[in-house]
């Protein structure tokens, strides 16, 4: 039987939108043009009303997504704190501290006197305001939940770059999302044939995929394939049985907490009768690229293209 997923299992996702009560009023004034030299009021993407300070030199970003986003805009210089799964996408870098996600010790972050810091939802996930103490503390705390969709997706890097006087290099990265999306549409237009795809994104203890409502079951359609639980919504946990009653033709996955994941799958006992596993066509994703929220999709959405339809994708 298919379940609901719960939302804390994947940091990989972070896609609650739990609403922040807003942000401490820094260098508050009424002006609400996007400038380097005033404040700026504003609303954050989880509609809680924000003064943007004048100064983004110290840039916190307990949210992956965004750090992503960040060091894209030029920024990785700003970045004096992450939360541990940034540190991939920044790299390593001596002088920046790491937070847990979903404990982040709120004193030491005051400690460090941030000009702006930009948190998921994913931080909120028990329900508890755990960021009132800096807010209070009169520094700008931005939420960006997670984006459920393309458009989302292309919203936030935007919004983020607007507010950190980034606005022309955001439309750059959105334009060349929005261009190599166009260049895989055209093609997965010519398809007729579609394939049905399986993708698991969790394998343990229950399998873990998603429905629609999903910025990555978009990336699926977008190749002219389909997803066997398009039925679903959302993410969810699913039986062995289901996906061998569904018989995909290609399976994917972003798993990396195994040393094998693709091998893992191919060796499952009773998958022996699922056509891609007869077929071999089991396929590894680039973890960050898949399940980060960010202009980054297109990375994964080649890798999914080649994967599904090789004939089709092999020159892109």
């Given amino acids: 039987?298919?379940?609901?997923?719960?939302?804390?299992?994947?940091?990989?996702?972070m896609l609650l939108s739990i609403s922040f009560v807003g942000c401490g009023k820094k260098e508050e004034n009424n002006d609400t043009s996007s400038s380097?030299?005033?404040s700026t009021i504003t609303k954050d993407l989880a509609g809680n009303d924000i003064v943007i300070p004048k100064s983004k030199d110290k840039i916190m970003s307990l949210a992956s997504s965004c750090t992503d986003i960040i060091v894209s805009l030029g920024l990785s210089d700003n970045i004096v704190a992450i939360d541990k799964y940034s540190s991939e996408i920044l790299g390593d870098k001596e002088?920046?501290?790491q937070f847990d996600l979903m404990k982040p010790d709120t004193e030491k972050i005051i400690a460090q006197d941030p000009d702006i810091v930009f948190v998921s939802s994913m931080s909120n996930a028990g329900g508890?305001?755990?960021?009132k103490p800096v807010r209070d503390a009169g520094i700008?705390?931005?939420?960006?939940?997670?984006?459920n969709s393309i458009d989302g997706i292309k919203e936030s890097v935007q919004f983020i770059g607007d507010i950190l006087d980034k606005s022309k290099e955001a439309e750059e990265l959105v334009k060349n999302m929005e261009n190599e999306i166009s260049k895989i549409s055209e093609i997965a237009s010519t398809i007729t044939e579609k394939k049905k795809?399986?993708?698991e994104i969790g394998s343990q203890p229950k399998l873990y995929t998603f429905g629609k409502d999903t910025f990555i079951n978009e990336m699926i359609e977008i190749i002219g394939a389909e997803n066997i639980f398009a039925d679903q919504n959302e993410w969810i946990t699913v039986s062995e049985e289901s996906v061998i009653a569904a018989n995909p033709d290609v399976i994917l996955t972003n798993i990396t907490y195994t040393e094998d994941p693709v091998n893992d799958i191919l060796q499952r006992n009773g998958w022996n009768s699922i056509k891609a596993v007869k077929d071999n066509n089991v396929y590894f994703i680039d973890k960050n690229a898949s399940s980060l929220s960010t202009h980054n999709i297109v990375v994964a959405l080649k890798e999914?293209?080649?994967a599904v339809y090789p004939e089709y994708y092999g020159d892109i």
Avoid: E, H, N, Q
């Fill in 1 to 13: 039987m298919k379940k609901r997923i719960i939302p804390i299992f994947l940091v990989i996702v």
């Fill in 36 to 38: 380097s030299t005033t």
């Fill in 95 to 97: 002088d920046v501290m």
């Fill in 128 to 131: 508890d305001d755990i960021f």
């Fill in 140 to 147: 700008c705390v931005v939420a960006i939940p997670s984006a």
């Fill in 197 to 199: 795809v399986y993708f």
């Fill in 304 to 306: 999914m293209a080649k």
